[in-house]
């Protein structure tokens, strides 16, 4: 139990252009859903906290027009990468909470290459 | 604000043999969670143990055990039996309040020699 999937795992685009990544929780509904970025050889660097229904709250020094967070359901929240540049290169991990003990359960991540 | 602090960049154990990777965290609450999360070179994270705060005995999970001295505000994560799958990074989390958030700290490459 308590599986997150991440859609897509790699994607590869174009300067300026906007990138879709999805999280889904597969068999429990989902209190609160976390977005991350790492980058190599570093630690999860928290981007995000999104509820269902209503807006994330992102964290200090997070671009909240660059980084669209879209709670739709229970199972599901977007993280939408617009215009996105080179720099916006990285590794994206969600996480789900079931809202027992705080534990998180993460997806398997995407890997974005803005070229 | 809390803090979790992995002074141990990096670690080295022979297979079949027990590791201890050391974390330390600084909080003022009295109600929260610690966990211990191993990341292979496929990037997934996978929750690996979890302790409650207000729980005295430490919490094992089979090859897998914590020190949780609360005083101390120290959590460290023993590794008995170590295997070649072991080989992660493993990163130390603190979970309290009322937002769900997780703390990391800055993780501890652990190599397993065969």
């Known amino acids: 139990g308590a599986v997150v999937s991440q859609h897509p795992s790699r994607v590869i685009c174009k300067s300026g252009t906007s990138v879709k990544i999805e999280c889904r929780s597969l068999?429990?509904?989902?209190?609160?859903m976390f977005w991350y970025r790492q980058f190599p050889k570093q630690s999860l660097m928290l981007m995000a906290t999104?509820?269902?229904?209503?807006?994330?709250?992102?964290e200090q020094g997070v671009e909240k027009d660059k980084f669209l967070i879209n709670h739709a359901s229970l199972t599901l929240s977007t993280l939408t990468v617009t215009s996105a540049h080179p720099e916006d290169s990285s590794f994206y991990i969600c996480?789900?909470?079931?809202?027992?003990?705080?534990?998180?359960?993460f997806g398997p991540g995407t890997r974005l290459t803005v070229l | 604000a809390q803090t979790v602090t992995q002074s141990q960049p990096e670690m080295s154990v022979q297979e079949a043999e027990t590791v201890t990777l050391s974390c330390t965290y600084d909080t003022s609450e009295s109600d929260y969670y610690l966990f211990w999360y191993k990341q292979p070179p496929s990037r997934q994270m996978i929750l690996v143990i979890r302790q409650e705060a207000y729980k005295q005995q430490n919490a094992t999970e089979n090859r897998f055990s914590v020190n949780f001295q609360k005083a101390a505000k120290s959590f460290s994560l023993k590794i008995s039996d170590s295997q070649l799958g072991d080989a992660a990074m493993y990163f130390c989390a603190y979970g309290g309040g009322a937002t769900n958030k997780l703390i990391f700290g800055t993780g501890t490459l652990l190599a397993v020699q065969p």
């Open positions: 996480s789900a909470n079931r809202g027992r003990y705080n534990e998180q359960f």
């Open positions: 068999d429990f509904q989902a209190t609160t």
């Open positions: 999104s509820n269902e229904g209503s807006k994330a709250t992102y």
